[in-house]
T-cell receptor
């Protein structure tokens, strides 16, 4: 069984540019999460999806961040415009249901110059 | 919201010795406590988890203990090996794993000295 897939693995952009990250969860997993991991810190939840519905986006900076999961499978996280402080690893995770183990993808390392 | 504190931030032990990492949480409603291992540049991987209806769980050289009254839980690794070197994160959730996402500690860098 394939794990959570993310692309790109690395992205370097200049500040004020837009950037997008893509996640393909484990097949059959209804719940999808986006986390941000700053250097030397634990992951912090940005948004959680149940199928195509965003059920918890309270930690998502909505002025510049957006996310979608149109068909309840793949998801995209976008930042526009990026700021220097957005440099981090963006992790996607999925779980079968709300009470099940979360499996993480390899992450996208974003560097904003 | 939930707050998870993790100690120590760095732990160095001799190969073959035991390692213990401790976490405390603030929300008494939390009932699911996973531990993830993250090697440099890799994804966090679940190594063990415990739910609030049990006090201890073991899986070979790894064990987790939970004290709900004191709101703390610990990871125990026995007979440490070089491949145990990594950053370990504890986490807590109020809804059994997923509904609110996970609140992570800041991580412990475990170094196994040969």
């Amino acid at each position: 069984e394939a794990g959570v897939v993310q692309s790109p693995r690395y992205k370097i952009i200049e500040k004020k540019q837009p950037v997008a990250f893509w996640c393909n969860p484990i097949s059959g997993h209804n719940t999808l999460y986006w986390y941000r991991q700053n250097l030397g810190q634990g992951p912090e939840l940005l948004i959680r999806y149940e199928n195509e519905e965003a059920v918890d986006d309270s930690q998502l900076p909505k002025d510049r961040f957006s996310a979608e999961r149109l068909k309840g499978v793949d998801s995209t996280l976008k930042i526009q415009p990026a700021e220097l402080g957005d440099s981090a690893v963006y992790l996607c995770a999925s779980s079968l249901g709300q009470t099940d183990t979360q499996y993480f993808g390899p992450g996208t390392r974003l560097t904003v110059l | 919201g939930e707050n998870v504190e993790q100690h120590p931030s760095t732990l160095s032990v001799q190969e073959g010795d035991s390692a213990v990492i401790k976490c405390t949480y603030s929300d008494s409603a939390s009932n699911y406590f996973p531990w993830y291992k993250q090697e440099l540049g890799k994804r966090p991987q679940l190594i063990i988890d415990i739910r609030s209806n049990v006090g201890e769980k073991k899986d070979q050289r790894i064990a987790v203990t939970l004290n709900k009254t004191a709101k703390h839980f610990s990871l125990h690794i026995t007979e440490t090996q070089p491949e145990d070197s990594a950053v370990y994160f504890c986490a807590a959730s109020t809804t059994g794993g997923g509904a609110d996402g996970l609140t992570f500690g800041k991580g412990t860098h475990l170094i196994i000295q040969p």
